[in-house]
């Protein structure tokens, strides 16, 4: 009943208006005079962010929240968040195969799951649309106005999957007369690399806006591939895309906004090089194992391998497009939004799972494919008071459906030895005559999910003086979760290489103390099915204290929420069906923002401390398997797990033409108490007091750009960036052996830039050197390679590169 009067409510405002509902006008990061008036106390130069729903200063905001600007991303040759975990020391990108498998983390928080029914912790939002996967927010970031990284729980206002925190993607907005760029780079060293983009702003009257966006990029990889029927670069990509907005102020009390965007990327990337030798319980290098690879693959060397010798090239084709409206309503002095919104995703992953150029005796061949579809609607309506009265307030609902399909099959190619057999100490190919007829062995799986919420949230500001407030705020979230798996295994006595053995209907009920994982003898081909819901009462208590005009403390408590999940993937098995329960999560946090020296300097420190219970992540599981004992990663209810640090944020700008920015972020997360899987082995538990994976405990970045004006036609600009990180778990395991081999160094880069432009800024002409002095480092690493070697995933930023960019605005 609740939902259906709600999106009644949304139909007759979206009839009322005329139109299907869009995403929020942003205020340009930096607001000009004419339009400071728009937010109260804004002046020149401010920072406006949409943090809480409505323009605000970000000086005024009371939580923590770092703004990087589009001109900063661009200019740095960022084109996605994973450049921009270099800008902003508490946010972490955790680099996979595909963009369905990457993960954000915040404070040292974040989800990584092979299941396709598990949110993230870390929400994305587009221009005012929460992305149901995290996916989605992976392409290029292209004429970006701002990103808002709000650090900590923020479901009160922004849902479900937002337990550690929001990253808030706004697009530049339409300009009022004609306009635009266009802007081309060339990057060289360690592969080829093209960017193509370029913006133009048509008004159609007065009252009609529109800007689109286009880009093209291609990049050749930083990865040689040296299979003989590859034996090129890989783990490039080639990137195309266009985004359409439009502005139109419908009459002086209704502006409607219609957003539309497209993207398709084809990459063959990301294939994992393998870095690190096999090793021994005791954390020595196995040698004999070492020794049989190294007759097939590249040297292992660490971080600094740069080969592979794979003859299915790993790759991930994807399509992704989207629509959305908003009106905004002047009610009185109330502004009455309503967002409407549908995405479509889609992804196929193809993927070498042996790491191999071939079939050899006693080492199947395993390729994989697995395309992935799924589409959102979302449904957003609230109504927002003026601000600066007794009470400010946010009062609104949210409906959403997000659906996920995947068909993944694994086909895997197997040899046994001949007579006379294979000689000991090499890998023999399954076409010798020394090995047998090979076989071959298939398992298909197709599953899916689909997300139901609905949810009711409210946050107002009591202003008991005007520099004393109190903050509060609920949400009511309503969760409905569906999921469905059939599997089935080619009926070879190989079988059981592609696949665990078929899961349906039967082989859950064929379930027994003896038979943990069923027999496949019972299957029926009756997909199995299950469902969840979960009802929750988040939200936030805090106050704020202006103790000086330029200085704000605040303290705030948020209590999180993260809906329920399921394990939906290839090797699902019985014993890991059950559905997780939700994820809740207490957060403290006290800060203190400062703008100092006449608006020159500000200066913003947070302290956090959060415990997150019922934390969902990725656990080790023993599974004995057709007698055979094997440890996977099985998505679980992993137990308790906490956070806590202090950030620093900073902007300095002491002259006109020099600008200073940058960051500190210290963090310890760790587990607090484990809740493992049924207990198998003692190698199943994780120690409290061990780290969390993709949390290091010290992050940080400082940027200065200076614009040397002279009296000739032209000026000149430098730049310097750089960032550093501790050393970080990659691998969570409760083998200290495996979590050594799986640590990632720290590492810093430095990247400079010089350019020419001339005075009115027409014409800009860029030079660019990325990592500077070379550091080599992993994105991530994983063990599970062949012999037991470790596998490393190599980005882009590992080498140094050199670029220049040409930019012609007008």
């Known amino acids: 009943m609740t939902k259906t009067v709600f999106l009644s409510g949304a139909a ?3 009839l009322l208006t005329a ?3 869009f995403a929020q006008t942003a205020t340009p990061v930096a607001v000009p005079a004419a339009e400071a008036a728009v937010v ?5 130069g401010d920072i406006i962010v949409t943090a809480q729903k409505r323009s605000e200063r970000l000086q005024n905001v009371p939580l923590a929240v770092t703004v990087v600007s589009g001109d900063a991303i661009s200019s740095q040759g960022r084109t996605s968040l994973e450049g921009a975990q270099y800008l902003v020391p508490s946010l972490n990108f955790v680099k996979a195969g595909t963009a369905l498998n990457q993960a954000l983390f915040l404070r040292g928080i974040g989800t990584t799951s092979f299941s396709i029914a598990v949110e993230p912790t870390v929400s994305t939002v587009l221009d005012g649309v929460v992305l149901s996967r995290a996916a989605e927010a992976f392409t290029d970031l292209v004429d970006i106005d701002r990103l808002e990284v709000l650090r900590g729980p923020q479901g009160t206002l922004f849902g479900k999957n937002a337990s550690a925190g929001v990253i808030n993607i706004v697009s530049k907005r339409p300009g009022r007369s004609i306009g635009g760029y266009v802007e081309g780079s060339v990057y060289f060293s360690n592969g080829m690399e093209y960017r193509g983009r370029g913006a133009i702003d048509l008004p159609l009257s007065d009252a009609i806006r529109t800007r689109t966006t286009a880009f093209y990029d291609k990049y050749d990889g930083n990865i040689f591939n040296v299979a003989p029927n590859v034996n090129r670069r890989v783990n490039g990509y080639e990137h195309y895309g266009v985004r359409s907005i439009v502005e139109a102020d419908a009459s002086a009390f209704v502006k409607l906004t219609l957003i539309g965007d497209y993207h398709h990327n084809n990459d063959d990337c990301c294939a994992e090089v393998i870095g690190g030798p096999p090793l021994t319980s005791t954390g020595a290098v196995n040698a004999t194992n070492l020794a049989l690879i190294q007759t097939v693959l590249p040297t292992l060397a660490g971080n600094e ?20 409206g908003q009106a905004d309503i002047t009610v009185g002095t ?18 070498d799972g042996d790491f191999y150029p071939q079939a050899y005796i006693g080492v199947a061949q395993s390729h994989d494919t697995g395309p992935q579809t799924g589409d959102t609607f979302s449904q957003e309506l609230r109504l927002t008071s003026p601000g600066k009265e007794l009470i400010d307030y946010v009062i609104g609902g949210y409906y959403s459906r997000a659906s996920s399909r995947r068909i993944f099959q694994r086909d895997n190619v197997s ?10 100490g090499v890998l023999t190919p399954c076409t010798s005559a020394l090995a047998a007829p090979s076989v071959t062995a298939s398992g298909r799986a197709d599953y899916g999910s689909v997300f139901k919420n609905l949810a009711l949230f409210a946050q107002g500001t009591l202003n008991l003086a005007s520099n004393f407030r109190f903050i509060g705020g609920a949400r009511f979230t309503h969760d409905q979760l569906d999921g469905f798996e059939s599997r089935t295994t080619s009926t070879t006595s190989a079988g059981t290489l592609a696949s665990q053995p078929a899961f349906d209907q039967g082989v859950f009920n064929s379930v027994t103390a003896a038979l943990p994982n069923g027999t496949p003898t019972a299957a029926n081909g009756i997909p199995f099915t299950e469902k969840t819901t979960s009802d929750n009462f988040s939200g936030k208590a805090g106050v704020q204290y202006d103790i000086t005009r330029g200085s704000t403390a605040y303290a705030s408590y948020t209590r999180g929420y993260k809906g329920p999940a399921f394990n939906l993937f290839f090797n699902l098995q019985p014993t890991g069906a059950k559905a997780l ?3 809740t999560s207490n957060s403290y946090e006290i800060g203190l923002k400062n703008t100092l020296l006449g608006g020159k300097l500000t200066l913003n420190l947070a302290a956090y401390y959060a415990k997150y219970n019922n934390f969902q992540a990725n656990n080790p599981d023993t599974l004995v398997i057709s007698g055979v004992t094997t440890v996977i990663a099985r998505f679980t209810n992993a137990g308790t797990v906490s956070t806590r640090g202090g950030e620093l944020d900073f902007t300095f700008r002491p002259v006109r033409d020099l600008n200073i920015s940058g960051g500190a972020a210290y963090s310890d997360a760790h587990v607090d108490a ?9 190698n199943d538990i994780v120690a409290s007091g061990t780290p969390l994976a993709f949390a290091p405990k010290w992050k940080g970045d400082l940027a200065v750009d200076y614009r040397l004006r002279t009296n000739a036609p032209v000026d000149f600009a430098l730049g310097a960036q750089g960032s550093y990180q501790s050393s970080q778990l990659s691998i969570f395991s409760p083998d200290p052996v495996v979590r050594a081999a799986g640590t990632i160094a720290g590492y810093g880069l430095v990247n400079l830039s010089a350019s020419i432009l001339d005075k009115a800024d027409h014409y800009k002409l860029t030079f660019t050197v990325r990592n500077l002095f070379d550091q080599s480092f992993a994105a991530t690493i994983a063990n599970g390679g062949p012999g037991g070697a470790y596998r490393y995933q190599i980005p882009r930023d590992a080498d140094r590169y050199f670029g220049v960019t040409g930019r012609v605005n007008f």
């Open 415 to 424: 040899c046994t030895a001949a007579t006379p057999p294979a000689p000991a």
């Open 334 to 351: 109330q502004t009455v939004t309503s967002i409407t919104a549908y995405r479509n995703f889609a992804n196929n992953e193809i993927r």
């Open 581 to 583: 329960e939700p994820e």
């Open 40 to 44: 109260d106390g804004a002046n020149p």
């Open 19 to 21: 139109t299907p509902v």
């Open 12 to 14: 007759t405002l979206a």
């Open 674 to 682: 484990f809740n493992p899987p049924p207990v198998r082995t003692a």
């Open 305 to 324: 391998s740069r080969r592979i010798n794979q003859n299915l090239v790993t790759r991930t084709i994807e399509t992704g497009y989207g629509f959305s």
